[in-house]
């Protein structure tokens, strides 16, 4: 059974940073993708960052130059750096990954934008 367990959400102001870290229950290389999807309320839910096995990142338009996603394979941890938070970047955030084209989720983690 995987499980992904994501921390670091929180409540910061516009153009504050947060971290987001998301924990696998296994390698983080045995999967074929692994990042982060977020939801805002009334809204479908958007992939955010993502790294590939290979190390391929890929991000939203919105998010190009503020978030960056990385990984330490040793921890079977994936990360989500955000800067210059935006009060439209307020959201539900989750942790995914893909194996066998089988999605796996965490519980999610609220990124609240305000000031």
């Known amino acids: 059974q995987v499980q992904l367990v994501e921390s670091g959400g929180g409540l910061v102001q516009p153009g504050g940073s947060l971290r987001l870290s998301c924990v696998a229950s296994g390698s983080i290389l045995s999967f074929n993708d692994v990042g982060w999807y977020r939801q805002a309320p009334g809204a479908e839910r958007e992939l955010v960052a993502a790294?590939?096995?290979?190390?391929?990142?890929r991000y939203a338009d919105s998010v190009k130059g503020r978030f960056t996603i990385s990984r330490d394979t040793a921890k079977d941890t994936v990360y989500l750096q955000m800067n210059s938070l935006k009060p439209e970047d307020t959201a539900a955030y989750y942790c995914?990954?893909?194996?066998?084209?089988?999605?796996?989720w965490g519980k999610g983690s609220l990124v609240t934008v305000s000031s």
């Open positions: 995914f990954a893909v194996r066998d084209d089988m999605y796996y």
């Open positions: 790294i590939s096995r290979s190390g391929f990142r």
